[in-house]
């Protein structure tokens, strides 16, 4: 199985950036398709960010897209999230996940995830 830990979360003011790590457990990093998630209290999950397992594409939901930049190092098993120009509606309990590849490359069906880690933006 995949151990995921996130860390890097805080309290941060608007305008701000924090930079997220997703620490897995596998020796084969490069077999999973990796995601960042997150959840305000009284919304819906939403997928915010993937990347490819070798990192060649990734995708933004429009929330962040120009904010957050997802990456990956396969080498040292790490996920990042840095996100810049945070806004309060970016508070939420932030996630990382994992799924093999070979099932493609969305936001359904993941099978491995962190316990999260809290993200919140004010003044």
């Known amino acids: 199985q995949v151990h995921l830990v996130e860390s890097g979360g805080g309290l941060v003011q608007p305008g701000g950036s924090l930079k997220l790590s997703c620490a897995a457990s596998t020796f084969t990093l490069n077999d999973y398709t990796m995601a960042w998630f997150r959840q305000a209290p009284g919304k819906e999950r939403e997928g915010i960010s993937l990347i490819t397992n070798a990192g060649g594409n990734t995708y933004y939901a429009d929330s962040v897209k120009g904010r957050f930049t997802i990456s990956r190092d396969n080498a040292r098993k790490t996920v990042y999230l840095q996100m810049n120009n945070l806004k309060p509606d970016d508070t939420a309990t932030y996630y990382c996940?994992?799924?093999?590849?070979?099932?493609?490359?969305?936001?359904?069906?993941?099978?491995?995830w962190g316990q999260g880690t809290q993200v919140t933006v004010s003044s």
């Open positions: 996940a994992a799924r093999p590849a070979y099932k493609g490359a969305d936001f359904g069906g993941y099978d491995y």
